[in-house]
């Protein structure tokens, strides 16, 4: 697996806070097999200080040192989002595109949608970057609206859902999401989004096996191999389904929906 979302990079954000869990959480991905990492972490201005990308190349560089480049490490970032994207990317910072590519990880907060929101996002489309959304299952409104997910990935974003979903681990209706977008080609990326050895470890086995189960061995190595070494290649996606836009309604639609 090559996993294109996670917090490894000790004392930058709610990841790890010392090198020794740093280390840990790269152990345990290989055990788990992942062997490429896309460090990503948190620009949200004003919650974190954002370091400087020549200290995040530092840091990354001695993760690399401690763990012998195993898995193999790239750098990256997660963007809270705010309508001023295009301006910071065409800044050159503080975003750090997915392994330097063209590739840009977009976090949204889990109870709203910002008003607006696509023009930004068509705009950093005409520089060249493709907006990447983060764990959209996780929110809210968009469990509600699956509608938007599909209309924004028709304007050429794409979407990364966080392997906990999919067991459960995020609550029922992140997993109903996950499995429902999955069955509708609303999805393009699984990653970890692991922040820790304890609460969100960068575990994947049993969500692994609960997507080959779901969309069958060739759709699993899709989201989980193929278009992540896309990203980290910075190339386009091998896998792009044609988004269907999921039944929306009452709790008897979502339970028809959730059983198939």
Partial sequence: ???????????VDDGPREWDEAVEMCRIAAAEGIETIIATPHVLRGRW????????ETR??????KTNDTPRLLLGSEYFFAHDMPEVLKSGGPIVPLAGGRYVLVELTANSVPPLMEQPLYRIQLDGWVPVIAHPERNRILQSHPELVAEWIEHGARMQITAGSLTGEFGPEAQRASRTWIRHGLVHFVATDAHNTTKRPPRITAALAALRELAGDDVADALTVRNPRAVAENRALEFEPEPVKPPVGGLLTRLRAFFG
């Fill in 1 to 11: 697996m090559i996993d294109i979302h996670h917090h490894c990079l000790p004392g």
């Fill in 49 to 56: 200080p954002t370091p400087e990308r020549a200290d995040l």
């Fill in 60 to 65: 990354i560089a001695t993760l690399r040192e």
